[in-house]
T-cell receptor, first 113, second 118 residues
């Protein structure tokens, strides 16, 4: 079985500061990992994905994430937060050939001016 | 990229009525679609997998007679909430996988439907 744990249901940072959203996974097979962003009353938009290629993955809007097998982690970072980054972020896991996604609990990111 | 639409985006209904929500893949065919439910400030809970031309597969604890799913074509899946009650009020999101390239299916999500049952 696969699972995802996002540490911190709410993260608050100042505009211009580093953003770090934590995600740890559990999987008995090599995982595929995703980060999604959700703005209020909207669906999910893919930020970036890891599918067993490069362990450092760059996504949209300046976000990136690093797959660390030894730590079973896939933390999301952005060097400098922007007010428009305020949203809900979800980490998700699946496996090769599968279609179902297993989501973490989500982390609400707040940006302080 | 692939686009998934949902209709309606928002619906308010009286208790006891049924509500149908449509999920369409606009520029690709989807033999499988997924339906999620999201409570306020909570994560997405997978309700069921919609399979074109066959019965849907429901997750444990989801009432199949309450949440009827029909996947009649390769671009349309519908979720009908039957005899809706206030506790069914939620945000419902669908997704469809599309093999963009390579060896994995990327999920494309609809914009969601906000259901309020009075």
């Amino acid at each position: 079985a696969q699972s995802v744990t996002q540490l911190g249901s709410h993260v608050s940072v100042s505009e211009g500061a580093l953003v770090l959203l934590r995600c740890n996974y559990s999987s008995s097979v090599p995982p595929y990992l995703f980060w999604y962003v959700q703005y209020p009353n909207q669906g999910l938009q893919l930020l970036l994905k890891y599918t067993s290629a490069a362990t450092l993955v760059k996504g949209i809007n300046g976000f990136e994430a690093e797959f660390k097998k030894s730590e079973t982690s896939f933390h999301l970072t952005k060097p400098s937060a922007h007010m428009s980054d305020a949203a809900e972020y979800f980490c998700a896991v699946t496996k090769q050939g599968a279609q179902k996604l297993v989501f973490g609990q989500g982390t609400r990111l707040t940006i302080n001016p | 990229g692939a686009v998934v639409s949902q209709h309606p985006s928002r619906v308010i209904c009286k208790s006891g009525t049924s509500v149908k929500i449509e999920c369409r893949s606009l520029d690709f065919q989807a033999t499988t679609m997924f339906w999620y439910r999201q409570f306020p400030k909570k994560s997405l809970m997978l309700m069921a997998t919609s399979n074109e031309g066959s019965k849907a597969t429901y997750e444990q604890g989801v009432e199949k007679d309450k949440f009827l799913i029909n996947h009649a074509s390769l671009t349309l899946s519908t979720l009908t909430v039957t005899s809706a009650h206030p506790e069914d009020s939620s945000f419902y999101i669908c997704s469809a996988p599309w093999r963009a390239g390579g060896h994995y299916n990327e999920q494309f999500f609809g914009p969601g439907t906000r259901l309020t049952v009075l």
